[in-house]
Nanobody, 115 residues
Framework: QVQLVESGGGLVQPGGSLRLSCAAS????????MGWYRQAPGKQRELVAR???????NYVDSMKGRFTISRDNAKNTVYLQMNSLKPEDTAVYYC?????????WGQGTQVTVSS
């Protein structure tokens, strides 16, 4: 069984930065693709960034240049560095692990960008 635990969310001013972490239990992390998604109030969950098991990252265009996804397979952890945050980045951010046809989700961490 896989469990994902996100951390690092909080309240930040516009233009600020946050780093989210997602720690995974189990033994499949290093061979799994990882992703960060977000869901704002009243909106559907959307992809933010994904990273393959061997470290290839891809981003939604609107996040390119501001967000960076990375992973540390030794720590079973994936990160999302978020810079130049905007009020429209306010959402619950979810971690996702995908292996073949199965996927798991974390419980989410709230990010609020406000002055």
């Amino acid at each position: 069984q896989v469990q994902l635990v996100e951390s690092g969310g909080g309240l930040v001013q516009p233009g600020g930065s946050l780093r989210l972490s997602c720690a995974a239990s189990g033994s499949i992390f290093s061979i799994s693709a990882m992703g960060w998604y977000r869901q704002a109030p009243g909106k559907q969950r959307e992809l933010v960034a994904r990273i393959t098991s061997d470290g290839y990252a891809n981003y939604v265009d609107s996040m390119k240049g501001r967000f960076t996804i990375s992973r540390d397979n030794a720590k079973n952890t994936v990160y999302l560095q978020m810079n130049s945050l905007k009020p429209e980045d306010t959402a619950v951010y979810y971690c996702n692990l995908r292996l073949h046809t199965r996927e798991w989700w974390g419980q989410g961490t709230q990010v609020t960008v406000s002055s």
